[in-house]
């Protein structure tokens, strides 16, 4: 077996362990709402939305994909339990929303534009600083020249943090520490990424969801002023949301939404939780692609988000 060829099967193996707790619980609810009974039936369908529910899948996105199976089932009549799991395979991975060429999410691959600004977002606790130490470090091993800015400068951890994580990653960082002007980290990390000839730029930025206004003016602030230095930027906009959170996480999600463009998802903690349906409900009710997944402590541990292996890992193929 080649070098890729494992690689593959570890990163497999890992979303399979990473997403067990959900599949026990989704899988152990389909196959009681089955008992007794040979074909799928309105009973099942009843049942079969309150799991995804319950599941964290959420409302609206549980009752698009019951409206499409309804309309299956209806059309062939005679639809087993192994069937109804394909076709729910089949209805949430055309449910999920997929990268946009100019925003990749392989680290090997090529940005339009460089520097490739990507400004991260999130409240304090969600596991933002180590997703961006993360990513760093998986960039630089894919042959990329990072750089990282610490424009977080309202807590007072924050910045120590993401010193820890630039030297672990081994990847310069611009920072001015606690209680510097966020916009002016944000613009001297950009100058530096330009100057230094860098391929991508993360930049860390508070997350004080309680007080939306000062958030946003904030962000369109830092939004403005690395638009001075490289147009166009940032390119990305990444929200990080803790997965263990559930519906909780889809609401941080809409707050962050209203108040700056999302432009893709990192859902941690993944590994932890039986809450890993929220993954679909995020980024359907949203509109936004899920990039990255956390699955685990280790700096490796943060996985390309791929829709048909996470599906077929959440169904136990």
């Known amino acids: 077996m080649g070098f890729l060829e494992k690689l593959g099967l570890k990163k497999k193996e890992k979303l399979d362990e990473g997403v067990e707790k959900s599949r026990d619980g989704l899988l152990n609810k389909i196959g009681k709402a089955f008992v007794g009974k040979d074909t799928v039936d309105d009973a099942i369908l009843d049942d079969l939305e309150e799991i995804l529910i319950t599941s964290d899948v959420g409302v609206n996105t549980t009752i698009e994909i019951i409206k499409k199976i309804e309309a299956r089932v209806a059309k062939d009549k005679y639809v087993t339990q192994d069937e109804l ?44 600083t180590t997703t961006i130490g993360k990513l760093a470090h998986l960039y630089k091993k894919a042959g990329k020249k990072v750089i990282m800015g610490a424009a977080d400068t309202f807590r007072a951890a924050a910045v120590d943090q993401l010193k820890i994580w630039s030297e672990r990653a081994d990847v310069p960082i611009i920072q001015q ?38 958030l946003m003016e904030e962000l369109a602030k830092i939004k403005r002023v690395m638009g001075k230095v490289v147009e166009g930027a940032p390119h990305e906009v990444i929200l990080v949301l803790d997965a263990s959170t559930g519906q909780n996480a889809l609401q941080q999600a809409r707050a962050f939404t209203e108040t700056v463009d999302i432009t893709g998802l990192a859902l941690t903690k993944l590994d932890g939780t039986a809450k890993g349906g929220i993954v679909i409900g995020v980024s359907h009710e949203l509109s936004v692609p899920v990039k990255y997944i956390g699955l685990g402590e280790q700096i490796e541990d943060l996985q390309v988000f791929d829709r048909a292996d996470f599906v077929n890992a959440l169904f136990g193929e």
């Not at 449910?95 to 991260?120: G, R, S």
């Not at 944000?186 to 969801?209: E, M, P, W």
């Open 177 to 214: 520490g606690q209680n510097a002007d966020p916009a002016s980290v944000a613009y001297d990390t950009v100058a530096a990424a330009k100057a230094r000839g860098s391929d991508v730029a993360l930049i860390d930025t508070a997350g004080r969801l309680h007080n939306k206004k000062a």
């Open 85 to 128: 799991q394909t076709m729910l395979r089949q209805e949430i991975v055309d449910l999920l929303e997929d990268n946009a060429p100019d925003k990749p999410a392989e680290f090997e691959a090529d940005f339009p534009v460089k520097p490739h600004i990507i400004l991260v977002v999130g409240v304090n606790g969600v596991g933002k």
